[in-house]
């Protein structure tokens, strides 16, 4: 059974660092794109960062350039978000997506799920 375990989230206060980790399970992560997204209460699933199967390139969206850093460790099954900077705004629930195909990642149709870990930024 294919699956992700997401951990990491948590309370930090602003100007703060989370390390996000998706560990998959059932499946090799190297072959596919993987995907991080968010979803604050009252607005749209947000797409924020993705990293390749192919070449390990990475997107980030303008809202969290510069203070995320998405890296997968093939050897683990597992990707990261760094996140640091924290901003109030940056509150959400954070989810983890596959899939073999870059653009159903991008488009947030990806295939795979994980089941989303609570991010509060807050003083």
């Known amino acids: 059974q294919l699956q992700f375990v997401e951990s990491g989230g948590g309370l930090v206060q602003p100007g703060g660092s989370l390390r996000l980790s998706c560990a998959a399970s059932?499946?090799?992560?190297?072959?596919?794109?993987i995907g991080w997204f968010r979803q604050a209460p009252g607005k749209e699933r947000e797409g924020i960062s993705c990293?390749?199967?192919?070449?390990?390139?990475?997107y980030y969206a303008d809202s969290v350039k510069g203070r995320f850093t998405i890296s997968r460790d093939n050897a683990k099954n597992t990707v990261y978000l760094q996140m640091n900077s924290l901003k109030p705004e940056d509150t959400a629930v954070y989810y983890c997506?596959?899939?073999?195909?870059?653009?159903?990642?991008?488009?947030?149709?990806?295939?795979?799920w994980g089941q989303g870990t609570q991010v509060t930024v807050s003083s």
């Open positions: 990293i390749s199967s192919s070449d390990g390139s990475t």
């Open positions: 059932g499946f090799a992560l190297d072959y596919y794109t």
């Open positions: 997506a596959a899939d073999e195909d870059l653009g159903a990642v991008v488009a947030g149709t990806a295939g795979y």
